[in-house]
C-alpha cells in the first residue's frame, strides 16, 4: 500500500482558517484533532437523479467538549465552561444548498444567478445533524437545468471562480455551517459570527450533481468503509476497545512496513470489486481536449485519518489500477511523539477517538468513528510488558 504525506484533491472543501483569521493552531498537524472541525459531508446518494430525495450528514467533531467531559466525569476541569451542558453538546448545523457559491473568498456564499428568481438560486435546508432535499424541490421543470446551465455559462464571474460543467447534469452547492456549542450569535448571521470567531466556526462546501434522466445509469456512487480493525480484531461502534500494540514481526499487505511494537496498528477494511455499487468503481470519465474518448479507469480511493490524541499518518491511498477484492489501508496511532515534552496532565481521561474518512475523487465519501480506551503507562513504578510498548509514555512526559 503506497502512502501519501497530503491527501489528494478533495470534493469537500473546508474553508480555510486564512479566510476568517489567522491562529497560530494552523500549524499542528492535520490528522490530530484539537478544535472544531468538519471532516467530511456525506450525500446519499451522492448524484441525484430525478424522482429521488438525497439524505445528507457530516462528520463534525469538536474534542474541545471532549476535554470538558472528561473534566465533568473527573470531578475537575473549568466549571465556567464545562459544566454547562450546552457547552458539552454538538455543534450546530446550518445547511443551505446553493445554485451556485460565490467561492472561497466570499465564505462559498450563495450566488444570484442571472435570469433565475433569487429563491431558486439558494434554499435553506434547516438545522440539525441531517438535512435533506428532493430533486424536484431543486429541479421546477425539465428544462431548468438546461436553463441554469446556459445562465452560469453566461455568467460574469470573477477569474478565481471556476464555471462547473453541465455535461452530465447540474453541480450545485451544499453549504454546511458549523457552529461549536454554547457559541452566542448575539443577533449576528452565522457568516458574520464566522468572521468574527473563526475558532468557533467552520464553514464546508461539498458538491452535487443534479443528474440528467438520459445519465443516470452512469451514475457513481459512495465508497465503503466496511469496518475498522486493530491487530485483526475488529473494533466496534460505540464501544470503547483496549487496543492491542504492533507485534513488531508482522508487516502490512504489501510487506513494506513492520508493525512498530511502540505504535497502534489500525486498518480500514475497503473491499474493491468490479461493475457498479463497489468501491474503487469503474467508470468513463468525461473527455477532453487532451483526451477526446478516454478509456474507462478506475476509480483511486484515498482514506483521511484523523485523532483527537496521538499522532497518524494523514492518509492512505490506494489506486494505480489495482483491482484485487478485500484490500484494505494501514496506518497506525503513535503516542510517544506526540506527548514528547508534554505534561502529564494532557493525557485523555476519557476514550481517544479515531475517525477514518473514505473518498472516491468523484464526489463519493464515506466515514466511521471508533473509541479507543488507552491505558496510558505514566507511573515511575510501572512496568510495561511487551505488548503495553505503545502505551508508555514515560520518557517524554514531564
Same mark, same amino acid.
Given at each position: 500500500?503506497r502512502?501519501?504525506?497530503?491527501?489528494?484533491?478533495?470534493?469537500?472543501?473546508?474553508?480555510?482558517?486564512?479566510?476568517?483569521?489567522?491562529?497560530?493552531?494552523?500549524?499542528?498537524?492535520?490528522?490530530?484533532?484539537?478544535?472544531?472541525?468538519?471532516?467530511?459531508?456525506?450525500?446519499?446518494?451522492?448524484?441525484?437523479?430525478?424522482?429521488?430525495?438525497?439524505?445528507?450528514?457530516?462528520?463534525?467533531?469538536d474534542?474541545?467538549?471532549?476535554?470538558?467531559?472528561d473534566?465533568?466525569?473527573?470531578?475537575?476541569?473549568?466549571?465556567a465552561?464545562?459544566?454547562?451542558?450546552?457547552?458539552?453538546?454538538?455543534?450546530?448545523?446550518?445547511?443551505?444548498?446553493?445554485?451556485?457559491?460565490?467561492?472561497a473568498?466570499n465564505?462559498?456564499?450563495?450566488?444570484t444567478?442571472?435570469?433565475?428568481?433569487?429563491?431558486?438560486?439558494?434554499?435553506?435546508?434547516?438545522?440539525?445533524?441531517t438535512?435533506s432535499?428532493?430533486?424536484?424541490?431543486?429541479?421546477?421543470?425539465?428544462?431548468?437545468?438546461?436553463?441554469?446551465?446556459?445562465?452560469?455559462?453566461s455568467?460574469?464571474?470573477p477569474?478565481?471562480?471556476?464555471?462547473?460543467?453541465?455535461?452530465?447534469?447540474?453541480?450545485?452547492?451544499?453549504?454546511?455551517?458549523?457552529?461549536a456549542?454554547?457559541?452566542?450569535?448575539?443577533?449576528?448571521?452565522?457568516?458574520?459570527?464566522?468572521?468574527?470567531?473563526?475558532?468557533?466556526c467552520?464553514?464546508?462546501?461539498?458538491?452535487?450533481?443534479?443528474?440528467?434522466?438520459d445519465?443516470?445509469?452512469?451514475?457513481?456512487?459512495?465508497?465503503?468503509?466496511?469496518?475498522?480493525?486493530?491487530?485483526?480484531?475488529?473494533?466496534?461502534?460505540?464501544?470503547a476497545?483496549?487496543?492491542?500494540?504492533g507485534?513488531?514481526? %508482522? #508487516? $502490512?499487505?504489501?510487506? +513494506? !512496513?513492520?508493525?512498530?511494537?511502540?505504535? /497502534?496498528?489500525? @486498518?480500514?477494511?475497503?473491499t474493491?470489486?468490479?461493475?457498479?455499487?463497489?468501491?474503487?468503481?469503474?467508470?468513463s470519465?468525461?473527455?477532453t481536449?487532451?483526451e477526446a474518448?478516454?478509456?474507462?479507469?478506475?476509480?483511486?480511493?484515498?482514506?483521511?485519518?484523523?485523532?483527537?490524541?496521538?499522532?497518524l499518518?494523514?492518509?492512505t491511498?490506494?489506486?494505480?489500477?489495482?483491482?484485487?477484492?478485500?484490500?484494505?489501508?494501514?496506518n497506525?496511532l503513535?503516542?510517544?511523539?506526540?506527548?514528547?515534552?508534554s505534561?502529564?496532565?494532557?493525557?485523555?481521561?476519557?476514550?481517544?477517538?479515531?475517525?477514518?474518512?473514505?473518498r472516491?475523487?468523484?464526489?463519493?465519501?464515506?466515514?466511521?468513528e471508533r473509541?479507543?480506551?488507552?491505558?496510558?503507562?505514566? %507511573? #515511575? $513504578?510501572?512496568t510495561? +510488558? !511487551?505488548?503495553q510498548?505503545?502505551?508508555? /509514555?514515560?520518557? @517524554?512526559v514531564?
Amino acid at each position: 500500500m503506497r502512502h501519501l504525506p497530503l491527501s489528494r484533491s478533495l470534493s469537500l472543501l473546508l474553508l480555510p482558517a486564512l479566510l476568517v483569521g489567522c491562529a497560530p493552531e494552523m500549524l499542528e498537524s492535520q490528522s490530530t484533532l484539537s478544535k472544531l472541525r468538519v471532516l467530511a459531508v456525506r450525500a446519499e446518494p451522492p448524484e441525484l437523479a430525478p424522482g429521488e430525495t438525497v439524505q445528507l450528514d457530516a462528520l463534525v467533531v469538536d474534542p474541545r467538549h471532549d476535554r470538558c467531559l472528561d473534566a465533568v466525569a473527573g470531578g475537575s476541569g473549568e466549571p465556567a465552561t464545562c459544566l454547562s451542558p450546552e457547552v458539552v453538546g454538538p455543534p450546530t448545523l446550518y445547511w443551505e444548498l446553493c445554485l451556485f457559491d460565490e467561492g472561497a473568498n466570499n465564505l462559498y456564499r450563495c450566488a444570484t444567478i442571472p435570469g433565475l428568481p433569487p429563491e431558486l438560486s439558494r434554499r435553506d435546508l434547516g438545522t440539525g445533524a441531517t438535512a435533506s432535499i428532493a430533486y424536484a424541490a431543486i429541479v421546477p421543470a425539465p428544462s431548468f437545468i438546461e436553463q441554469a446551465c446556459a445562465s452560469l455559462a453566461s455568467a460574469d464571474a470573477p477569474d478565481f471562480v471556476e464555471i462547473p460543467s453541465c455535461r452530465r447534469g447540474l453541480p450545485v452547492t451544499v453549504r454546511l455551517t458549523a457552529i461549536a456549542a454554547g457559541a452566542n450569535l448575539a443577533g449576528r448571521t452565522t457568516d458574520q459570527f464566522c468572521l468574527d470567531q473563526p475558532a468557533d466556526c467552520e464553514i464546508a462546501k461539498k458538491s452535487l450533481t443534479l443528474l440528467l434522466p438520459d445519465r443516470v445509469a452512469e451514475r457513481n456512487n459512495n465508497p465503503r468503509i466496511e469496518g475498522m480493525f486493530n491487530a485483526g480484531t475488529e473494533l466496534l461502534p460505540g464501544v470503547a476497545s483496549v487496543p492491542v500494540c504492533g507485534d513488531g514481526v %508482522g #508487516a $502490512d499487505q504489501d510487506g +513494506a !512496513e513492520q508493525h512498530d511494537p511502540e505504535l /497502534v496498528p489500525v @486498518v480500514a477494511a475497503v473491499t474493491v470489486g468490479e461493475g457498479s455499487g463497489t468501491s474503487a468503481e469503474l467508470f468513463s470519465p468525461e473527455p477532453t481536449q487532451v483526451e477526446a474518448a478516454p478509456a474507462p479507469r478506475r476509480e483511486e480511493l484515498d482514506i483521511s485519518w484523523y485523532a483527537t490524541f496521538g499522532d497518524l499518518r494523514e492518509a492512505t491511498y490506494w489506486g494505480e489500477g489495482k483491482t484485487t477484492d478485500d484490500e484494505i489501508t494501514f496506518n497506525e496511532l503513535a503516542f510517544k511523539k506526540f506527548m514528547k515534552d508534554s505534561d502529564i496532565s494532557t493525557l485523555p481521561a476519557g476514550p481517544v477517538r479515531l475517525f477514518a474518512v473514505l473518498r472516491d475523487g468523484r464526489g463519493g465519501v464515506d466515514f466511521e468513528e471508533r473509541e479507543l480506551s488507552i491505558p496510558f503507562i505514566s %507511573g #515511575a $513504578d510501572d512496568t510495561v +510488558a !511487551e505488548d503495553q510498548k505503545c502505551f508508555d /509514555v514515560r520518557s @517524554v512526559v514531564k
